[in-house]
């Protein structure tokens, strides 16, 4: 097979999203082996690449495993200042021993193909949370 | 974050097949043939039959793929690896994808983002760590490498 000349990947910041979190939801110990908890999205901010937007949605499924690593769903609603919406979803793990203590998690985003912010569908992100941190800080994949 | 090569995985493909789901958007499924992987600590074979790729393609070519298959480690442990990821490329470099036929590989963005669920032991850094993935597609199979985030 051909030896492998695709690009080395490299992380580019692109945006920080700031997240104002509701009250947790706790659905509890789950037989599955782990505790789940919902962190709805009450508002927040989303600036970078020129864009200045707003969260007008969304939340954080968040599934407590018995290891102690945090599985971590994520789904957000942006609308930029002139009122174009887009979606950004992803998964990842929240960890507060070992390697790295934080989220971190990875981003698609889903947007009207006719809008101003369709060329975020077409890279992947990963994103960046310190530990009680309200920013997201969030990298597009080059 | 910076990232860290954490492993390379090569493999063959089986018949591609399709269901339109709606006018000009395709599900593929691409069944896994045979495979393996290597990286720091950590190497072995894809196991056969365990799955495959399904790309969901629009109507200009360019789509999502996810992913599910399982790993064999050299010793004995099995590892099933998920990815999602984005292709976006020129009409062109799509055409010459589609139909196999080799392609530049820097001439289209192809990036994924795998997740593993390993049993605990040498390998459970896998549960715990996000990556990313640059796929290279050739007339014969894949090659994919995944860097972890560090």
């Known amino acids: ?142 | 974050m910076k990232l860290e090569f954490a492993l390379e995985l090569r493999i063959s493909l089986g018949p591609r097949m399709h269901i339109e789901v709606a006018e000009g958007y395709t599900r593929g499924a691409v069944l896994i043939e045979d495979g393996t992987f290597s990286g720091p600590g950590i190497s072995g074979k894809v196991v056969r039959s365990s799955g495959g790729d399904f790309p969901l393609v629009r109507p200009d070519g360019n789509g999502r793929f996810e992913s599910q298959y399982l790993l064999e480690t050299d010793d004995g442990a099995f590892i099933l690896k998920r990815s999602t990821g984005v292709r976006h490329a020129p009409p062109e470099v799509v055409r010459k994808l589609l139909a196999r036929e080799e392609v530049d590989p820097q001439s289209y963005y192809m990036r994924m983002t795998p997740r593993f669920e390993a049993p605990a032991g040498p390998y459970d850094w896998l549960n715990r760590s996000i990556f990313v993935g640059v796929g290279q597609r050739n007339p014969d199979g894949s090659v994919f490498r995944y860097w972890k985030i560090v």
């Open chain 1, 1 to 142: 097979m051909a030896e492998f000349e695709a690009p080395t990947p490299g992380l580019a910041h692109a945006f920080d999203m700031v997240l104002e979190r509701g009250n947790p939801v706790n659905v509890g110990q789950l037989a599955s082996g782990g505790r789940r908890t919902y962190l709805p999205v009450k508002g927040g901010s989303f600036i970078g690449e020129g864009t200045n937007g707003k969260l007008v949605g969304g939340g954080e499924t968040l599934f407590e495993r018995a290891d102690g690593v945090t599985v971590i769903e994520a789904v957000y609603y942006i609308e930029n200042a002139a009122g174009w919406t887009v979606r950004a979803f992803g998964s990842g793990y929240r960890t507060i021993a070992g390697d790295f203590n934080g989220t971190r998690m990875t981003l698609l985003f889903e947007a009207d193909e006719s809008g101003p912010l369709a060329h975020l569908a077409t890279n992947a992100f990963v994103a960046e949370q310190a530990p009680h941190a309200s920013t997201l800080a969030i990298s597009r994949i080059i």
